[in-house]
């Protein structure tokens, strides 16, 4: 377990944080617990699956089953918690069957459990008839048990202002310091346990459970870190392994965000190329700069008139309306939908589409959802800079030269600043793919989550790795989206192992799709909810298999 440290209170972390220094922290190297690959035949304490219907309608085949999992590894007799698990079982003769796959979409922390209906109908069926489709929530997420949550308000609207030049800068300090107090006050015996290494401990739990020998495995974007960690510690115990948009295996967390800002700063450059490009539809202007022009305007207008947030709570301020759009750089999808904001707000005066592009995108759910599993695992996994000063001068550099992501990326993260648990100084686990079977990895050059140079240091980290690029594609998780090239190799990889025969760093290359068509999304008639409330039917927050949702978000 990790060393914990001394917690800043909301109350003086304005005062205390500059004599931080940014002092970096020792704790325990991920994987430096003797519990390698030599332990598979050892008890881990973890508990038995016992399935039953889930209950789906769409799917009545999905089984279900909570599985029991040790806290801390290290001690497998110990506390308890509980993972949720579902299976989509193989149909295939059983001389034919390859065993479970199991899967995870990133987060960190977000559900699998919609995967195995979802990707199994997404390649032939005689191909995914030979496997056993397994999902899970991560531990601590949603529906495992306990499902931590620290602060169940902490994104309702209306936050304040990303932007430092708006003076907020006090007001965000406060308010990622109280988060973490609130994480340590209920969560201190669970939190140290939530690392990338724990999820892919209770990964080889699930095996045991599933009584494999081996099994498959398909991550996309934090989802990558996951399976390759789980490589790295249990090498023999991986027949097959697809990681798609992919975490750079060296690079910390704090300068993983940097370059997301970069990326994402390129990404919505792209917007507004294209949206200039529609002035027929849009009526911005014909150069990318109009529609920076129009961008800026509506942001500055909701700094003195926000906008209501119904059906969702609060108001939409300047910093919803930043998380409306950053989205737009995984999935261009919604371009047309983010261009329909900008040309009705502008030319017409129209905040419909806003307030429905915003409970479509952004607007947050019951409680933090996965935001402490977020914190738990990026936070504790490197030494992260804790003096705010610091902060403040190093994003004010990257501010300059991407100013459409940066802050907000900033405050996202800030928790890690009074995180209080130390970050390991080694950095996270070593992969360098030892005994591993070749692995296929996808990435797209245009990624803003999980930037390209990542897939290439990972190529460069699994030597008997192929890596798929996809020229000019800009989608997070690059498979699934009706492109073939990509989505055939990841069939023939599954069929029968067969990998692309290029050599060299890149094995194969795919071109990206077209672009979105520009098309003015006129907002549905109003209809009254329940409450008397108006409400848009288009306002529905996304499913994960939604063509506009951003799968595994990693910001």
Wanted: net charge negative; hydrophobic share 35%.
């Amino acid at each position: 377990m990790r060393k914990v440290i001394t917690l800043l209170s909301a109350a003086t972390a304005i005062a205390a944080i500059a004599v931080l220094g940014g002092a970096a922290a020792v704790g325990v190297e991920p994987g430096a617990d003797g519990l390698d690959d030599r332990s598979v035949l050892s008890d881990t304490g973890q508990g038995t699956l016992a399935w039953s219907s889930c209950e789906d309608p769409a799917t009545p085949t999905l089984q279900c089953a909570m599985l029991d999992v040790p806290v801390d590894y290290s001690e497998p007799r110990g506390r308890k918690i509980r993972i949720k698990v579902n299976r989509l079982p193989a149909t295939a003769p059983k001389d034919k069957r390859q065993g479970p796959i199991l899967l995870n979409p990133g987060g960190p922390g977000n559900s699998g459990l919609w995967m195995p209906a979802f990707i199994s109908g997404q390649i032939p069926a005689d191909v995914a008839s030979t496997y056993d489709w397994i999902g899970f929530d991560p531990r601590g997420t949603n529906g495992s048990e306990p499902h931590v949550v620290c602060d169940p308000d902490y994104f309702d609207a209306e936050r304040p202002d990303y932007q430092v030049d708006q003076g907020t800068a006090k007001a965000w300090l406060k308010k990622a310091a109280g988060y973490a107090s609130d994480c340590a006050a209920d969560w201190s015996w669970l939190l140290p346990h939530m690392t990338t290494v724990d999820n892919a401990r209770d990964m080889d739990s699930i095996r045991r459970a599933l009584g494999e020998p081996k099994i498959n495995f398909y991550g996309g974007s934090w989802g990558t870190s996951l399976g390759s960690t789980y490589g790295q510690l249990f090498p023999s115990r991986v027949r097959r392994m697809v990681l798609d948009s992919i975490v750079g295996p060296t690079t910390t967390w704090y300068e993983h965000n940097k370059l997301q800002d970069k990326e994402h700063q390129r990404r919505f450059e792209a917007f507004t190329a294209w949206t200039a490009k529609a002035d027929s539809v849009y009526h911005l202007g014909t150069d990318p700069a109009d529609i920076q022009r129009a961008y800026d305007q509506v942001e500055a207008a909701l700094r003195t008139d926000p906008l209501d947030a119904a059906p969702a709570v609060g108001k939409i301020g300047p910093a919803e309306f930043e998380d409306t759009f950053y989205g737009g750089g995984y999935n261009f999808l919604r371009w047309p939908r983010m261009a329909t904001v900008l040309s009705a707000y502008v030319t017409q005066h129209d905040t419909r589409p806003l307030a429905i592009a915003y409970n479509r995108y952004a607007a947050p759910g019951a409680d933090d959802g996965s935001f402490p599993a977020y914190n738990a695992v990026q936070c504790t996994e490197n030494a992260w800079p804790r003096d705010w000063e610091y902060w403040k001068k190093d994003q004010a550099e990257v501010d300059a030269v991407a100013p459409f992501y940066t802050y907000n990326n900033m405050w996202y993260n800030a928790a890690c600043m009074f995180w209080p648990y130390e970050g390991n100084r080694a950095g996270r686990l070593k992969i360098t793919g030892k005994g591993l079977p070749p692995v296929l990895l996808f990435q797209s050059t245009e990624d803003g989550a999980t930037p390209y140079e990542g897939g290439l240091a990972m190529r460069d980290a699994l030597p008997s790795a192929k890596l798929v690029v996809q020229d000019g594609g800009s989608f997070h998780e690059i498979l699934f989206h009706g492109n073939a090239c990509l989505d055939d190799t990841f069939t023939a990889y599954l069929r029968d192992g067969s990998l692309p025969g290029g050599k060299g760093r890149i094995a194969k290359t795919c071109a990206p799709g077209a672009e979105p068509a520009p098309v003015f999304v006129t907002p549905p008639p109003a209809a009254k909810s329940l409450t008397g409330a108006a409400s848009s039917p288009d306002a529905a927050p996304l499913s994960p298999t939604d063509p506009e949702a951003v799968r595994g978000v990693l910001r």
